[in-house]
């Protein structure tokens, strides 16, 4: 073999090389373009903001599982709802105005400085509370007109029936943060009937006839409302409550609750429950609630609830939740610390922790008793041939379906 003839083999051989390594590449490329134009429904070139959809992807690329068909929005959070600021804290509400679907049940999130003040008022609405944050005093009277006071912190729960007029004052050192749950979904905290409000429409004359005094005694009376306003931290408990109680005495109604003293209801290997409706809390009368603890990993198992809406208040962690509709409709959705979620009545659904820390919710419901059923436990106790035939399972699969009510996945 000459020197040409081992050159042209070499060139060749190089050349085949260079050509099979770059058919290779090139055949990557097309592969990876086919795979992109397969796939090209699943981008969004357009004006995003990442985000609030890094919050919700479920929403923005939801599973297949979801229906095409539109469910209606069961999510609002907080962060959207208008704060009316005072001097001494302020309030913001999750109504059937912000969310549509929320026809039983509206919220209202509230901060108040230490001496804060939530003025002397009371509601067309039942009134159940929960501290998220610090501590307060709360002030009422009862129907027999008997004087109630109590503080009350974290995790701590109050209740005053409509038309029981009541106050709530922050304490030492930083007052306090709260969610109020109404039992109405038109209820607006801008339309409560208040102290100060009520005497500014009141002619002075009236007003000192009533109280027996001269008009001039009375010429400070604010002219328009309060709402919330700053003063003094309250001082001891003790001294307040004998102020308060007068000729008439204490009220034995108690119209505050200590969640936390009551041993978990349900406490599995995924989280706990603590479930607190009228046979727990007797004032709750039109109000029952679940605060559910679910850990990284854990679930909410599928369940519906068949006497009440459901109203959701996100306090800490991550979850996403499905809910199934009528209509062959379904929908998921994802959910942060401060946001309101809301379920209709008798509608299939789980939450899931999607986070890695502890995931806690309330479960909120306008109903004196808190009532839920559990899919696994109503498969468990049909007749295992009905059920297997429905799913298309074997008895082993349907043996491994736990018989009881978990309410919180692990077991």
């Known amino acids: 073999m000459n020197a040409d003839s081992t050159k042209d083999q070499v060139s060749r051989r190089g050349f085949l090389g260079v050509s099979s390594a770059a058919l290779v590449t090139a055949v990557g490329v097309l592969s990876a373009a086919g795979a992109a134009a397969q796939d090209r429904s699943k981008t969004d070139p357009g004006p995003a903001n990442p985000p609030l959809d890094a919050q919700n992807p479920d929403s923005a690329w939801p599973p297949a599982t979801d229906s095409k068909s539109l469910v209606q929005n069961f999510k609002y959070p907080f962060s959207f709802a208008n704060k009316r600021t005072y001097k001494g804290g302020w309030s913001r509400e999750v109504t059937v105005r912000e969310l549509p679907v929320s026809k039983d049940m509206a919220g209202v999130n509230m901060r108040l400085t230490a001496g804060g003040v939530r003025e002397l008022h009371w509601h067309t609405a039942d009134e159940w509370a929960i501290v998220l944050y610090g501590s307060a005093r709360i002030t009422a009277i009862d129907r027999d007109g ?229 899919l696994s436990e109503w498969l468990a106790h049909t007749p295992p041939e009905l059920v297997m035939a429905h799913l298309n399972i074997d008895k082993a699969t349907l043996d491994a379906i736990p018989r009881d009510e978990l309410v919180i996945l692990p077991r």
């Open 146 to 374: 008997k004087s109630f006071v109590a503080d009350v912190k974290k995790n701590d729960l109050w209740y005053f029936p409509s038309g029981i007029p009541h106050s709530i004052q922050g304490l030492d050192p930083d007052g306090t943060e709260f969610m109020l749950v109404f039992d109405d979904g038109d209820f607006s905290e801008s339309e409560t009937v208040l102290l100060s409000d009520s005497m500014a429409h009141l002619p002075p004359e009236v007003l000192a006839k009533n109280f027996g005094v001269a008009e001039q005694a009375l010429k400070n009376v604010p002219k328009q409302e309060l709402f919330i306003f700053q003063t003094a931290v309250p001082g001891s408990l003790e001294a307040d409550q004998q102020a308060a109680a007068g000729t008439l005495g204490k009220s034995p109604s108690d119209f505050a609750f200590r969640t936390m003293e009551m041993p978990p209801t349900k406490r599995t290997k995924g989280g706990e429950v603590r479930i607190v409706d009228s046979s727990t809390f007797k004032a709750s009368t039109n109000v029952a609630m679940a605060m559910v603890t679910v850990h990284p990993g854990g679930m909410r198992e599928l369940h519906w609830h068949p006497n009440a809406d459901e109203w959701q208040h996100y306090i800490a962690g991550k979850a996403r939740m499905t809910v199934v509709s009528t209509g062959n409709r379904a929908r998921t959705m994802d959910f942060q610390a401060g946001d309101v979620g809301y379920v209709e009545k008798t509608l299939l659904h789980y939450i899931e922790n999607t986070g890695d820390t502890d995931l806690i919710f309330l479960e909120m419901f306008k109903s004196g008793f808190y009532q839920d059923l559990s």
